[in-house]
């Protein structure tokens, strides 16, 4: 009997040690699975979960903006409102330009351009004084650095432009030696406003320039920048200026509505009787056909001259 049991017992002992080498693998299998995913993962996330146990991603918060900025971080500091607002009683107002006094001038006036270049030196944005050192230039003859004042003249004092005896002055430039001559129209077509154009036209149509002058001036008054700048009754006077048949019903009708003196010169010729024919015996109009149109634009012009020149109702003659 003790010997079968002995023999019984055997084989139950022997099923536990054929299991033990399958346990072993499957330990095995298991850590080597545990070792892919450790060398798998990522290492920042594994930096963030070991430095908050519960596993979640903390973000920093975020750095509270200034107070009164925009919320970026290099956003620049406001500027004071008297800063921004020239208007604010803080803000510094422009110094008004030194000004000669008129015994200085007039002083300057009576001892030469000499006197009157070292008073523009003091006084550079002085309108008078820039005004007497130009036309001091100019009845010396140094018209380059006449025109050089005029230009700086014109530059501080839109006004001058308007000036009788500066437009003289530029009028006896152009018609100097050539290189000033040329600086002086450059000045009247570019600086000098709705005003240089009609200097323009006054150095074309004035019978005591030159033909070259005359022809520079002309050329510069087809330019586009110069005919923006031009009045309405330039334009139509140079448009009939360069006729050379009639002139379109439309051109007449311009003439009616915008032209001065200028334009009339040239209505009133068209008006003019010529000699025609084969013998030269007749006298005929060359536009006969728009006569009717042009004597009713010469008698609306002539009306508008005279309305002009006639002073209004109760005021004083001079």
């Known amino acids: 009997m003790s010997g079968s049991g002995s023999q019984v017992g055997e084989p139950g002992l022997g099923r536990?040690?054929?299991?033990?080498p399958l346990a072993a693998l499957g330990l095995l299998a298991a850590t080597g699975l545990v070792c892919a995913a450790v060398a798998l993962r990522n290492p920042s996330a594994v930096a963030v979960l070991e430095q908050d146990p519960s596993g979640s991603a903390r973000?920093?918060?975020?750095t509270a903006a200034p107070s009164g900025s925009s919320g970026r971080a290099d956003a620049p500091s406001p500027e004071p409102a008297s800063a921004l607002d020239p208007t604010e009683p803080d803000a510094p107002a422009k110094a008004e330009p030194a000004r000669a006094?008129?015994?200085?001038?007039e002083k300057a006036q009576a001892e030469g351009i000499a006197a009157l270049g070292a008073l523009a030196q003091r006084y550079p944005e002085d309108p008078p004084v820039l005004r007497a050192l130009a036309l001091a230039q100019g009845r010396e003859k140094a018209y380059a650095a006449a025109v050089a004042t005029t230009k700086r003249l014109v530059e501080i004092a839109p006004e001058e432009t308007g000036n009788d005896e500066v437009k003289q002055l530029l009028l006896r430039i152009a018609n100097g030696p050539p290189e000033v001559a040329l600086t002086a129209l450059d000045l009247m077509a570019k600086q000098m406003g709705s005003r240089g154009p009609d200097l323009l036209y006054e150095v074309v149509t004035a019978p005591r320039f030159g033909d070259w002058i005359r022809d520079n001036a002309s050329k510069q008054l087809l330019d586009p920048g110069v005919r923006q700048m031009a009045s309405p009754a330039l334009l139509i006077a140079d448009d009939l200026r360069r006729l050379t048949g009639c002139p379109t019903k439309?051109?007449?009708?311009?003439?009616?509505e915008e032209g001065d003196v200028r334009a009339l010169h040239y209505i009133k010729s068209l008006l003019?009787?010529?000699?025609?024919?084969?013998?030269r015996m007749r006298n005929c109009l060359k536009c006969g056909?728009?006569?009717?149109?042009?004597?009713?634009?010469?008698s609306v012009i002539e009306k508008r001259k005279k309305a002009a020149a006639t002073p209004p109702a109760g005021s004083a003659a001079p």
Do not use: H, M
């Open 16 to 20: 536990p040690r054929a299991a033990a």
């Open 59 to 62: 973000r920093p918060a975020p």
């Open 101 to 105: 006094q008129a015994s200085e001038l």
């Open 250 to 256: 439309a051109l007449i009708a311009r003439a009616r």
């Open 272 to 279: 003019t009787p010529q000699r025609c024919g084969v013998l």
């Open 289 to 298: 056909a728009v006569a009717k149109d042009l004597r009713a634009t010469a």
